[in-house]
Each structure stands twice: as structure tokens, then as C-alpha cells.
């Protein structure tokens, strides 16, 4: 059931939705990445300096505290339906659009002793201008899969987890394709925008127009921008991530498939399949 973008999600969807994104952080593991758990809310200072009101203002939801002296009371507080803002104190906290700014923001200022892998599920926020079932949300999980380090391992992150993405939609019989898109993470006038211009710098995976995966590099923008850096060189890191839009995977699922248990049925073989195709492969490069 989803109402204004928030979606309530029973039995049948909720155990798809964990059954996958279990399997996502798996994926991600067995490639070495340590699992976390970010901050569900962000400082609204913090996301500003990652320019995100600057790139993504169309999407950005804040939170703010009531003003305790201008609030409604007695009667009143009880059929509200929206508070106006001078009820409200000055919005300090941004809801997040993408769990990974929860990564990059809980690593400000540190040093990693090498390339590393994190992955993380989290509560994602975005406003549209309208929402569509499970295929728009409000509010949505997002499962991702995040590297820092060199530029050629973060690099090699996306590639690898493109050819994985494309090969368990084979598997399941879910047709699938790959296609550059655009995300102003960078001043849209500036030098960072240009090159992602000309050399793409995100590409989503669409099943029909709708899409439910994503692999973004980001080169040294939030290693500059949050100071994390590699601890041998002294170098901001460069950053990549893999992302999952885990409703959107259930909205395009239940299409293809018809109800919860086949398409839960068809994860399950699609992920096996992977596995021992993995296998085989693994035995044939040790002979």
C-alpha cells in the first residue's frame, strides 16, 4: 500500500525485499567489503558543503523542530494537518538522497590504510513531483556497495559489479540494459561537470524506463571534499559505488514474474545460478 510516496509494505514485499537486499550485501562482502551502519539523518551543513542544495534542490527534504512557544495547543493540536514555518525552528538536518553521503561524511577527516570496501543499507529521501507505486518513492532502502582508495580500485568496483548486475538479470529472465546518465555532483559550469560530460561518470540499469541499479564514480570529489585520505600517500581518496533501489526491484519483479513467492522463487535460482557459474569459473582458472 503506498499513500503521498510512503509506501507500507506487508508480508509478500517485505520478505522479497530482505531476501535481496541480503543478497546484495552478500555480493558485496564475498568481494571484501565491511558492513556498516550509517547516520539515517545528515547535518544540513555538511550536506551544503558537498554542494548537494546546489546540485540536487529539487530532491532536497530538510527536518526541523517545532517552536515550542509558537506551536499549537489544546484543541488545536489535534487536527493538524500541516505546520506552517514560523511554527517551526530553523531546519538543521537534511533527509539523505543516497545512502552513500552517510559513508563519506562518517570518514570526514580520517586516513584508511588502503583501498577499502564498505557496504550499508539505508533510509533514502527524495521529493518528486509525483510518486507511482513502488517505482517512486518518498521514501525507499537503498543498498550499496561503496570503494575508496586508488582511482584504478574504485574503477575496477563499478566494472566488476556491472558485469554482475548484468548477469543476474540474465539469469532471472529480467531484461535489462546499461545506459550513461547524468548526476550534477559537480557545479554544472565547472571543470568537474565538463569531463563528466565527456567521459560519463554514471550509468544506471534500466528495466524499461525505470531504473533500479546504478554504478557512479566520483573521482576525488568527496575524498577532497571530506577529507579522507590514503593513509601511505597522503592522497584524498578517489570513490565509487554501486547502488540498489530495493522497492524499485520489487515493483519491476512483481511485473515480471506476478506475485511475491515466484519472484522470490526466481531470485533465489537467479543467485544460485551466479554462484555456481562463479564456481565453475573459479575451478577452470585454478586447472
Not at 146 to 159: K, Y
Not at 163 to 178: G, T
Request: glycine share 8%.
Amino acid at each position: 500500500m503506498e499513500t503521498n510516496g510512503l509506501a507500507y509494505l506487508p508480508t509478500g514485499e517485505a520478505r522479497l525485499l530482505r531476501h535481496l537486499d541480503d543478497m546484495f550485501e552478500r555480493w558485496g562482502t564475498e568481494d571484501g567489503a565491511e558492513p556498516v551502519i550509517g547516520a539515517p539523518l545528515l547535518p544540513v551543513a555538511k550536506l551544503a558543503k558537498l554542494d548537494y542544495y546546489q546540485n540536487f534542490p529539487q530532491q532536497a527534504l530538510v527536518v526541523n523542530a517545532l517552536d515550542l512557544e509558537r506551536r499549537p495547543q489544546g484543541q488545536d493540536a489535534s487536527a493538524i494537518e500541516a505546520f506552517p514555518s514560523e511554527q517551526l525552528q530553523s531546519a538543521e538536518i537534511g533527509l539523505p538522497s543516497a545512502t552513500c553521503y552517510a559513508v563519506y561524511l562518517g570518514l570526514e577527516g580520517t586516513s584508511l590504510p588502503g583501498n577499502t570496501l564498505i557496504t550499508l543499507v539505508g533510509r533514502c529521501f527524495r521529493r518528486e513531483e509525483r510518486y507511482t507505486g513502488l517505482r517512486r518513492l518518498l521514501g525507499f532502502h537503498m543498498r550499496e556497495i561503496v570503494a575508496l582508495g586508488e582511482q584504478e580500485f574504485v574503477e575496477e568496483h563499478i566494472n566488476r559489479f556491472s558485469s554482475r548486475i548484468l548477469r543476474f538479470a540474465e539469469a532471472l529472465d529480467l531484461p535489462l540494459r546499461k545506459e550513461a546518465a547524468t548526476d550534477p555532483f559537480f557545479d554544472g559550469e565547472g571543470p568537474r561537470a565538463l569531463l563528466q560530460r565527456i567521459a560519463p561518470v554514471k550509468y544506471e540499469f534500466l528495466a524499461g524506463e525505470l531504473a533500479i541499479a546504478s554504478v557512479n564514480k566520483h573521482r576525488n570529489f568527496f575524498g577532497e571534499r571530506c577529507a579522507i585520505q590514503l593513509a601511505d600517500s597522503g592522497r584524498p581518496v578517489f570513490t565509487s559505488c554501486v547502488a540498489f533501489g530495493l522497492e524499485r526491484w520489487l515493483a519491476v519483479l512483481h511485473d515480471r514474474y506476478g506475485d511475491w513467492g515466484a519472484a522470490g522463487e526466481a531470485v533465489a535460482k537467479a543467485d544460485q545460478a551466479l554462484a555456481s557459474a562463479a564456481t565453475i569459473e573459479g575451478t577452470s582458472h585454478a586447472r
